[in-house]
């Protein structure tokens, strides 16, 4: 069609509302005589690159916020933290508190009006008969037309502002900074950064990183490198490529194979010898024929991608370049290019491949695509040779022997048992798998199948399970003609990188929709389990066989031997398990065991499977995938760690925080979350600390003026309380501290971790403790400077200096004491605080020019209080009363844990000191494991975790 004809059209389109969702679209064109169907193939998004045609013609159907990518464009996922959550509690407990106080307060103030007496006025005749007005109660406390009562009620709001420190306000603001500068720190960390730094879409649950219980990984792409590398082939009831090394010369790299370093399959030749001489091996022909048009691949040429030959055939072969949504087809078409068969051009209408040195084309029919319901995928083209319809078909061993015809003879079913024989023998060796199967399709069927694909792709609702019911009835009686073997690497230091997290204590679960045992092949490679580990399967199909799989499994499992269990489910076992009636018995059964691998599950059930361990477990869980079938799992985990690798970019978009390797997630998990859910907590708790430090001065100073409402500190200094004065020794010492030890320390030895994952830092009891010390450490600043003054004379201001210059310096000293490690840069912080705090004292009230903006006359007031001995006196006195106790709890505990020096120490079980050899159970949640940390002959310092 001329684009000039374009403008005679007359269309009615009908078509999805504005969504969200890039992975569906439904429409269709209002033609005659037919409806054309519209889905996501026809649909271009923003960014999309033209290629396979020199031009197209569209039409907008959204625009302006209508858009998909606007309609995305909603920001990162707000999270709340385990923390937070618990922080609005105590918030809301400091609401009652200072209800409360201020009740008591009033109350008190009423109580010493009242004391005087219940008339406030009397009038007295004096001998010479004049009358004389006495006051029971100071004039300039209430007016006189003011009744007790009253003024007592109206006290009420002045104390909620008297004591408004006691809700924190600025805590929120605080923390939120915070939080910024330990995500600023994260992503400028080198060991996280790949070409480009860690991504932090969610800067809020950072502290939820190191409360990490439970990890649930997907595979592919994931674990391994998602660079398939084909291995070998069955058909014919023989192996070839298995153990085959050799990389012939028989077809030249490609471009994007010198491009990539792509590592070319190694071809049989055996297999190649007899596709050359057309003796034997007739399946193999269409096998491969299979593996080269079965897919989506897309043709460019001369090294540059995008570029189209859809009109002309290309001279040089070996300037082909494929384009592939899956590494999986990539390497099956790279593969029958390396014996022969490869792939020239694909248009919708044909696919044309080089066979045995002879052009072929097929003319395409119809294209099947792959789902996750049906997990296979087909096309049904005519054979240039025979003009034949035939379908072909590729996927999952399940599906494609399900959908196989009824067995012809005994041979073709000791092929079959053959053929699967081999596909299992590849999936235990880590390779994934797929099965291939074709079939003759008649006129009459293709034309009833045809009808119902159109009926379904024209459905506005429910399209794409209507598309996978009509593909179904089409994909059956096929006839079996072999599978395939390809190899998928495990990423870099991948076994380490598990091996600490169970050392940490976190249970890691594998969700993955590979076959069997190509994921209990991966278990042992990344050492997720050892051979002596008891696998228990479950590869049951109905409730009831899944029923007794079960408790034959938790009647097998003894109490003593948990850490050597592991469970292996499939898709369908998993299903059954996750039902009512089953499901707490799982859970109980998922707990004994170190590790659970589930395979051949849908999107849709891992996301199931971390919604139930999370609500029901009541467990911190994170999830960590690369592909849009991960999606659900990483927006149902507590933290969504999404990696940017081969599969496009909707898990990075639906993560929390994004990397390029798993094995960044050893320090992301284990350093990083550890170092901030310590910051985090020990900034939260010195917060409370010093607010509630700064209340109870005020809240003692009512004991002695009538609960008259009035405060001893100076303006200015109790506005600029929480912004300056307790600000920049805490940012320091809560951004910059090192909980734990240094990075190699943390990874030497991981178990550290379990503070966070058992909630031994911020916890209740660890609440009221830094209040009581907050309120101890009041009452001894007020004590010992109230008895300093009890036989002079000052006023409340100059009492207000010195208090104010005592509670600051314990203040600013606290967070000094409670250092793990006080650093150069801590210690110059805190010092610079108080030396800005001496100087404004010593200045403040030489400063004329201020005095016209308060109510009271500061004049030389702070520097008389500072020139006073006794202030120096008080200051010393408190210091060491207020921190006493710290210390000498630290001394009691150094000694009952034996020596320990680690905070973690104490609950070491035995310690050898001649073999420098320390032994250690714990009983985690996924089990009881063994960790031995063993010193270096050479290097004593330097220690090895091993976990067992």
Same mark, same amino acid.
């Given at each position: 069609?001329?684009?000039?004809?374009?403008?005679?059209?007359?269309?009615?389109?009908?078509?999805?509302?504005?969504?969200?969702?890039?992975?569906?679209?439904?429409?269709?064109?209002?033609?005659?005589?037919?409806?054309?169907?519209?889905?996501?193939?026809?649909?271009?998004?923003?960014?999309?690159?033209?290629?396979?045609?020199?031009?197209?013609?569209?039409?907008?159907?959204?625009?302006?916020?209508?858009?998909?990518?606007?309609?995305?464009?909603?920001?990162?996922?707000?999270?709340?933290?385990?923390?937070?959550?618990?922080?609005?509690?105590?918030?809301?407990?400091?609401?009652?508190?200072?209800?409360?106080?201020?009740?008591?307060?009033?109350?008190?103030?009423?109580?010493?009006?009242?004391?005087?007496?219940?008339?406030?006025?009397?009038?007295?005749?004096?001998?010479?008969?004049?009358?004389?007005?006495?006051?029971?109660?100071?004039?300039?406390?209430?007016?006189?037309?003011?009744?007790?009562?009253?003024?007592?009620?109206?006290?009420?709001?002045?104390?909620?502002?008297?004591?408004?420190?006691?809700?924190?306000?600025?805590?929120?603001?605080?923390?939120?900074?915070?939080?910024?500068?330990?995500?600023?720190?994260?992503?400028?960390?080198?060991?996280?950064?790949?070409? $480009?730094?860690?991504?932090?879409?969610?800067?809020?649950?950072? #502290?939820?990183?190191?409360?990490?219980?439970?990890?649930?990984?997907?595979?592919?792409?994931?674990?391994?490198?998602?660079?398939?590398?084909?291995?070998?082939?069955?058909?014919?009831?023989?192996?070839?490529?298995?153990?085959?090394?050799?990389?012939?010369?028989?077809?030249?790299?490609?471009?994007?194979?010198?491009?990539?370093?792509?590592?070319?399959?190694?071809?049989?030749?055996?297999?190649?010898?007899?596709?050359?001489?057309?003796?034997?091996?007739?399946?193999?022909?269409?096998?491969?024929?299979?593996?080269?048009?079965?897919?989506?691949?897309?043709?460019?040429?001369?090294?540059?991608?995008?570029?189209?030959?859809?009109?002309?055939?290309?001279?040089?072969?070996?300037?082909?370049?494929?384009?592939?949504?899956?590494?999986?087809?990539?390497?099956?078409?790279?593969?029958?290019?390396?014996?022969?068969?490869?792939?020239?051009?694909?248009?919708?209408?044909?696919?044309?491949?080089?066979?045995?040195?002879?052009?072929?084309?097929?003319?395409?029919?119809?294209?099947?695509?792959?789902?996750?319901?049906?997990?296979? /995928?087909?096309?049904?083209?005519?054979?240039?040779?025979?003009?034949?319809?035939?379908?072909?078909? $590729?996927?999952?061993?399940?599906?494609?022997?399900?959908?196989?015809?009824?067995?012809?003879?005994?041979?073709?079913?000791?092929?079959?048992?053959?053929?699967?024989?081999?596909?299992?023998?590849?999936?235990?060796?880590?390779?994934?798998?797929?099965?291939? *199967?074709?079939?003759?399709?008649?006129?009459?069927?293709?034309?009833?199948?045809?009808?119902?694909?159109? /009926?379904?792709?024209?459905?506005?609702?429910?399209?794409? #399970?209507?598309?996978?019911?009509?593909?179904?009835?089409?994909?059956?009686?096929?006839?079996?003609?072999?599978?395939?073997?390809?190899?998928?690497?495990?990423?870099?230091?991948?076994?380490?990188?598990?091996?600490?997290?169970?050392?940490?204590?976190?249970?890691?679960?594998?969700?993955?929709?590979?076959?069997?045992?190509?994921?209990?092949?991966?278990?042992?490679?990344?050492?997720?389990?050892?051979?002596?580990?008891?696998?228990?399967?479950?590869?049951?199909?109905?409730?009831?066989?899944?029923?007794?799989?079960?408790?034959?499994?938790?009647?097998?499992?003894?109490?003593?031997?948990?850490?050597?269990?592991?469970?292996?489910?499939?898709?369908?076992?998993?299903?059954?398990?996750?039902?009512?009636?089953?499901?707490?018995?799982?859970?109980?059964?998922?707990?004994?065991?170190?590790?659970?691998?589930?395979?051949?599950?849908?999107?849709?059930?891992?996301?199931?499977?971390?919604?139930?361990?999370?609500?029901?477990?009541?467990?911190?869980?994170?999830?960590?995938?690369?592909?849009?079938?991960?999606?659900?799992?990483?927006?149902?985990?507590?933290?969504?760690?999404?990696?940017?690798?081969?599969?496009?970019?909707?898990?990075? =978009?639906?993560?929390?925080?994004?990397?390029?390797?798993?094995?960044?997630?050893?320090?992301?998990?284990?350093?990083? *979350?550890?170092?901030?859910?310590?910051?985090?907590?020990?900034?939260?708790?010195?917060?409370?600390? @010093?607010?509630?430090?700064?209340?109870?001065?005020?809240?003692?100073? /009512?004991?002695?003026?009538?609960?008259?409402?009035?405060?001893?500190?100076?303006?200015?200094?109790?506005?600029?309380?929480?912004?300056?004065?307790?600000?920049?020794?805490?940012?320091?010492?809560?951004?910059?501290?090192?909980?734990?030890?240094?990075?190699?320390?943390?990874?030497?030895?991981?178990?550290?971790?379990?503070?966070?994952?058992?909630?031994?830092?911020?916890?209740?009891?660890?609440?009221?403790?830094?209040?009581?010390?907050?309120?101890?450490?009041?009452?001894?600043?007020?004590?010992?400077?109230?008895?300093?003054?009890?036989?002079?004379?000052?006023?409340?201001?100059?009492?207000?200096?010195?208090?104010?210059?005592?509670?600051?310096?314990?203040?600013?000293?606290?967070?000094?004491?409670?250092?793990?490690?006080?650093?150069?840069?801590?210690?110059?912080?805190?010092?610079?605080?108080?030396?800005?705090?001496?100087?404004?004292?010593?200045?403040?009230?030489?400063?004329?020019?201020?005095?016209?903006?308060?109510?009271?006359?500061?004049?030389?007031?702070?520097?008389?209080?500072?020139?006073?001995?006794?202030?120096?006196?008080?200051?010393?006195?408190?210091?060491?009363?207020?921190?006493?106790?710290?210390?000498?709890?630290?001394?009691?505990?150094?000694?009952?844990?034996?020596?320990?020096? @680690?905070?973690?120490?104490?609950?070491?079980?035995?310690?050898?000191?001649?073999?420098?050899?320390?032994?250690?159970?714990?009983?985690?949640?996924?089990?009881?494991?063994?960790?031995?940390?063993?010193?270096?002959?050479?290097?004593?310092? =330097?220690?090895?975790?091993?976990?067992?």
């Amino acid at each position: 069609m001329e684009t000039t004809g374009l403008r005679n059209l007359d269309l009615n389109i009908s078509i999805d509302m504005p969504n969200n969702d890039l992975s569906k679209l439904n429409g269709y064109i209002h033609c005659d005589p037919d409806n054309i169907p519209l889905n996501l193939d026809n649909f271009i998004l923003r960014g999309s690159e033209l290629r396979n045609t020199d031009y197209v013609v569209g039409l907008v159907v959204y625009a302006g916020h209508d858009t998909k990518a606007m309609q995305n464009n909603k920001g990162s996922r707000t999270k709340m933290s385990k923390i937070e959550r618990m922080m609005n509690g105590t918030i809301i407990l400091m609401c009652l508190i200072l209800l409360s106080i201020c009740f008591v307060s009033a109350f008190g103030q009423w109580l010493w009006l009242r004391s005087y007496s219940y008339s406030r006025v009397h009038n007295i005749t004096l001998n010479d008969g004049t009358f004389i007005t006495e006051y029971k109660v100071a004039p300039y406390l209430i007016p006189m037309t003011q009744k007790i009562a009253y003024a007592a009620f109206l006290s009420f709001f002045t104390f909620l502002i008297i004591f408004n420190q006691l809700i924190p306000m600025s805590l929120y603001i605080m923390l939120e900074l915070t939080k910024l500068l330990q995500m600023w720190l994260l992503q400028k960390d080198l060991d996280l950064f790949g070409t $480009k730094p860690v991504n932090c879409r969610s800067i809020s649950i950072g #502290e939820d990183l190191g409360q990490v219980q439970y990890m649930f990984s997907d595979k592919t792409g994931t674990l391994t490198e998602n660079k398939m590398i084909f291995k070998c082939l069955t058909s014919c009831s023989k192996v070839f490529g298995l153990n085959t090394t050799v990389k012939t010369e028989r077809v030249k790299p490609t471009v994007a194979d010198e491009e990539d370093g792509a590592d070319r399959p190694p071809v049989d030749p055996m297999l190649a010898e007899a596709l050359e001489s057309k003796t034997e091996f007739e399946d193999c022909n269409t096998m491969l024929i299979a593996m080269a048009i079965c897919n989506t691949v897309m043709v460019t040429s001369e090294g540059r991608r995008g570029t189209s030959f859809s009109q002309y055939l290309p001279r040089d072969f070996n300037r082909i370049v494929y384009e592939a949504e899956s590494p999986d087809e990539l390497s099956l078409v790279n593969a029958a290019r390396e014996y022969g068969f490869i792939l020239l051009r694909r248009t919708p209408e044909s696919c044309v491949i080089r066979q045995q040195k002879t052009i072929m084309r097929y003319k395409v029919l119809c294209a099947l695509p792959f789902d996750s319901v049906r997990k296979c /995928q087909s096309i049904i083209v005519i054979h240039p040779r025979s003009m034949k319809m035939v379908m072909y078909t $590729k996927g999952a061993d399940t599906a494609v022997y399900a959908r196989l015809r009824q067995s012809q003879s005994k041979e073709e079913d000791e092929m079959r048992a053959k053929t699967l024989e081999h596909i299992n023998t590849f999936a235990k060796q880590g390779l994934r798998t797929l099965a291939f *199967g074709y079939k003759i399709v008649e006129q009459a069927e293709f034309q009833q199948f045809m009808l119902r694909y159109r /009926q379904a792709s024209l459905k506005m609702e429910g399209r794409a #399970e209507a598309i996978s019911k009509a593909c179904s009835t089409m994909e059956r009686n096929l006839t079996l003609i072999g599978g395939t073997g390809v190899e998928d690497k495990l990423q870099e230091n991948v076994p380490e990188v598990l091996s600490s997290f169970r050392a940490a204590g976190i249970v890691v679960w594998v969700l993955t929709g590979d076959k069997q045992e190509t994921a209990v092949s991966i278990g042992y490679s990344s050492q997720m389990y050892s051979r002596d580990t008891n696998l228990h399967s479950f590869k049951t199909t109905t409730l009831e066989s899944t029923r007794q799989r079960l408790y034959e499994v938790m009647d097998y499992t003894p109490t003593g031997q948990v850490h050597k269990q592991a469970l292996i489910i499939n898709g369908c076992s998993v299903e059954h398990l996750m039902k009512q009636e089953l499901r707490s018995d799982f859970l109980d059964l998922c707990q004994k065991c170190q590790t659970v691998i589930c395979c051949r599950v849908t999107p849709l059930q891992k996301s199931n499977l971390v919604s139930l361990i999370r609500s029901e477990l009541g467990v911190m869980t994170l999830a960590v995938g690369d592909g849009a079938n991960d999606v659900g799992m990483l927006r149902q985990a507590d933290i969504g760690i999404g990696i940017a690798g081969r599969e496009g970019t909707q898990a990075v =978009m639906a993560s929390d925080f994004a990397i390029e390797q798993f094995q960044m997630l050893q320090k992301l998990v284990l350093v990083h *979350g550890q170092w901030t859910y310590h910051r985090i907590s020990d900034f939260i708790f010195y917060f409370f600390y @010093k607010n509630l430090f700064y209340a109870t001065l005020s809240l003692f100073y /009512q004991f002695f003026n009538g609960f008259s409402g009035s405060f001893p500190q100076e303006e200015f200094l109790v506005v600029t309380f929480n912004t300056f004065w307790t600000t920049p020794g805490t940012f320091v010492s809560f951004v910059m501290n090192q909980y734990g030890g240094s990075k190699a320390e943390i990874l030497r030895d991981p178990r550290g971790y379990r503070a966070g994952r058992l909630d031994e830092v911020y916890n209740k009891t660890n609440q009221i403790a830094a209040c009581l010390e907050a309120i101890y450490h009041g009452i001894i600043v007020f004590s010992i400077h109230a008895m300093s003054c009890w036989d002079s004379v000052h006023s409340k201001l100059e009492f207000g200096a010195g208090l104010t210059f005592i509670s600051l310096t314990v203040m600013n000293l606290n967070f000094l004491v409670r250092s793990p490690n006080i650093t150069v840069l801590l210690a110059l912080t805190v010092l610079l605080t108080l030396v800005i705090e001496m100087a404004w004292f010593y200045g403040y009230g030489m400063l004329d020019f201020l005095w016209q903006y308060f109510n009271e006359d500061p004049h030389y007031t702070f520097k008389r209080s500072l020139d006073n001995p006794i202030t120096w006196l008080n200051l010393v006195l408190c210091v060491i009363l207020a921190f006493l106790p710290r210390f000498l709890l630290a001394a009691l505990t150094a000694s009952s844990s034996s020596g320990a020096k @680690k905070p973690y120490d104490s609950f070491y079980s035995c310690w050898d000191k001649s073999k420098k050899r320390l032994a250690k159970k714990e009983l985690f949640p996924m089990g009881e494991i063994t960790v031995a940390t063993i010193g270096h002959k050479h290097d004593p310092d =330097m220690t090895t975790v091993a976990v067992t």
